[in-house]
């Protein structure tokens, strides 16, 4: 994050306190029961967590003992001997207890006219159809099915279809290039691809089979591919490998029904990959019972979900937000949640809320890149359209800046509606510090206080804690039940990443304060992870691809801040010398990575470089490279560079940065 948004972050003094309205029926009611709750939770942990777990999932066979846990090995069980199955309760358990009329998905297509609504009823009905399709294509209790697919209500049919059979997904979202789905497919070995033809944006088709046709291509594990047609796209066809959707789903032996698998508590429920430091993307795990009670859990006390609410949170599904809370925690209580497929800016800058007014939506959780991008756009776009069915709002993805949190407040809230601002990550499975919307008095650009049941802790490199106001590494000091259980196919990386560093304790690899009042500050990523528009990019990852470049010797990544994004990519390109410095040389390389990773990865500014900052050692300090991405011209900036194998770069940098951004 920039200075000045850290700056602007710590000067924060205003309080907003819980609205009146609505707090008589809400969960949690006040700061003394929220504190109640969280001593009760530290006190007697394993006794909150089952009480939680027993509340909020219904259990074939019930758990004998609620943790097994020891963070140093890493070894992390959860409800031991439980047994459940995820699409069970997201369906079956609400079919039985009345809801069978009432919408769990309402889908509103990129095309204001494309709606649909699914009943619980018939979303069961479609996915037991699906459950039975996989079965019939083979799928079996613990293969994986990886889903590279749009916004549709056929992804979340497809992801219970897993559960259900008791396969575990992996969801590449659409936004990734070929050779990211090849990388992810080949990691986790997936049996079968579930994508469409081309996914619908901004007006435009844009072809998706077609990637699943270039990365199959070094897959040898996947033996069918089931295709959704969303656009009536031209699509290349594989005999015998690839399966029509709705061809599939007609079959006149085709049953709506199909028994769950039971599942024990631990076993896999889904894999996500997410990027870190080092390395390719690394297969994030979550299994049954932890994550879908966290996931329960978590939505039903941030949200404050009521049985009649409309609730949207506009991620999507391909990321862990929308993993928990589009399709699992809002299933798993019996709610209705909105799923979108298009996008913030089209046709207009005022789509969300047209959206909002069209479903009277209650709850509304989306990311603080959005709400910048829509604040440019003026506020009048936000009077167009009645917002007054709103309650809750909620920001999730990247620390919220000052302005941006009074944009939201005052123009989406009325003044009025607290805004919940979540920080949580793929590996924590769910949401784990945050406002409850009714007890907690808010600051605006703090995450507030840990949820109960997360000892969210600040401690110094030494593993000290730290003091109030004083910025350190957020760990959490003991186990929840959403938290990730390995990374796929490497149990090596999985205790290196999380759980060495401190010992005892998960490593989140964000930096943060807790103030005086004990609400915590989020810095920003302490690793070479860049958060752009609140998605995780590793450097390395993106170094990788440009270097793979045949006109590229070396290349450096770091992210600047950016009014919108948040942060975007800066990245410095040593040539070969047999290559040029051409504009059309700096465009190839852009369109390089976005084939290679995606359009999410490509550098905002790609700079030419003849040397890089290194040590004697050779070490490359990217201190200095995200100092001049960020704007630094003075020496005093710099800090130490006595270490510099040639001092003499870091100007040289500095007047191609000038000469390429004019600044
Ligand atoms: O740096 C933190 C930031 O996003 C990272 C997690 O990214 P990802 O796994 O992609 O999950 C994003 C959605 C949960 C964190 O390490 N982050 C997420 N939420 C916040 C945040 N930073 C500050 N405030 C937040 N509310």
């Not at 309080?15 to 029961?33: I, K, Q």
């Not at 978590?298 to 009521?306: A, C, L, R, Y």
């Not at 186990?479 to 490593?507: H, I, Q």
Request: hydrophobic fraction near 40%; charged fraction near 25%.
């Amino acid at each position: 994050m920039s200075q000045a948004r850290i700056e602007s972050m710590m000067d924060e003094k205003r309080l907003f306190e819980p609205p009146m309205e609505g707090r008589n029926s809400a969960r949690v009611t006040s700061m003394e029961e929220y504190e109640a709750l969280y001593r009760r939770s530290m006190d007697d942990n394993e006794g909150f967590w089952a009480e939680r777990a027993n509340e909020l999932v219904e259990w074939f066979t019930p758990f004998t003992k609620v943790l097994d846990a020891d963070m140093e090995t890493p070894s992390i069980k959860w409800f031991v001997g439980g047994q459940l199955n995820v699409a069970y309760n997201c369906l079956d358990k609400h079919i039985a207890n009345g809801r069978r009329n009432k919408a769990a998905i309402i889908w509103q297509g990129e095309p204001d006219e494309d709606v649909k609504v699914y009943t619980y009823q018939m979303l069961y009905d479609e996915v037991c159809k699906f459950a039975n399709v996989l079965k019939a294509q083979g799928v079996h209790k613990g293969d994986r099915v990886a889903l590279y697919m749009p916004m549709i209500p056929e992804l979340a049919i497809a992801m219970l279809a897993c559960v259900r059979i008791g396969a575990v997904h992996s969801i590449v979202f659409a936004g990734f290039s070929a050779v990211s789905l090849q990388n992810r497919i080949q990691d986790c070995e997936a049996k079968v691809v579930v994508t469409s033809d081309a996914v619908i944006r901004a007006g435009r088709s844009i072809p998706l089979k077609k990637n699943v046709d270039e990365a199959l291509r070094l897959c040898p594990s996947v033996h069918k591919v089931v295709v959704v047609n969303r656009a009536n796209a031209a699509v290349e066809w594989q005999e015998g490998r690839d399966l029509w959707w709705h061809e599939l789903m007609k079959a006149p032996d085709l049953k709506a029904s199909c028994p769950c698998e039971p599942m024990d508590s631990e076993d896999p429920l889904f894999i996500l990959y997410t990027s870190g430091s080092t390395g390719k993307p690394k297969g994030v795990v979550h299994t049954t019972g932890g994550y879908l009670t966290y996931a329960a859990h978590t939505t039903q006390w941030v949200f404050d979900v009521k049985d009649s609410d409309v609730y949207w949170c506009t991620a999507d599904v391909g990321w862990i937000t929308g993993h928990s809370y589009i399709v699992y925690g809002p299933l798993a209580l019996g709610a209705t949640s909105l799923m979108f497929e298009g996008v913030p800016s089209y046709p207009g800058p005022d789509r969300f809320w047209q959206v909002v007014e069209k479903f009277r939506v209650n709850i509304f959780y989306t990311a603080p890149t959005v709400i910048r991008a829509l604040m440019r756009e003026g506020a009048e776009w936000t009077q167009k359209h009645d917002l007054s069915s709103l309650r809750v709002l909620g920001s999730v993805g990247e620390p919220i800046n000052p302005e941006a949190w009074m944009w939201y407040h005052e123009n989406i809230g009325g003044g009025k509606l607290p805004i919940v601002d979540t920080w949580w990550q793929t590996e924590t499975g769910g949401i784990m510090i945050s406002a409850l919307p009714y007890a907690t008095p808010l600051k605006p650009g703090s995450a507030t206080r840990p949820l109960p049941g997360v000892d969210a802790r600040i401690v110094r490199p030494d593993g000290t804690d730290a003091e109030p106001n004083e910025g350190g590494h957020l760990v959490i000091r003991r186990p929840w039940p959403g938290m990730l259980r390995g990374v796929f196919g490497d149990p090596a990386r999985y205790k290196s990443t999380y759980f060495e560093r401190f010992p005892g304790c998960y490593e989140a690899g964000d930096g943060a304060r807790v103030d005086s009042d004990g609400y915590f500050w989020i810095m920003g990523r302490l690793d070479d992870v860049i958060n752009v528009s609140g998605h995780r990019m590793g450097t390395a990852e993106i170094e990788s691809a440009l270097v793979s470049h045949p006109a590229v010797a070396e290349a450096a990544v770091v992210g600047m801040p950016h009014a919108i994004k948040g942060e975007a990519i800066y990245a410095y390109v040593t040539l070969n010398a047999d290559a040029d410095e051409t504009e059309e040389l700096r465009a190839e390389l852009r369109t390089w990575v976005r084939k290679e990773i995606g359009p999410i990865a490509s550098p905002e500014v790609l700079q030419f470089a003849d040397g890089l900052p290194k040590t004697r050692s050779g070490k490359i300090m990217r201190r200095i490279l995200r100092k001049i991405a960020g704007g630094s011209t003075s020496t005093s900036d710099f800090g130490d560079t006595s270490t510099l194998a040639d001092p003499g770069v870091i100007s040289d940098l500095i007047e191609g940065k000038m000469d390429l951004t004019g600044r």
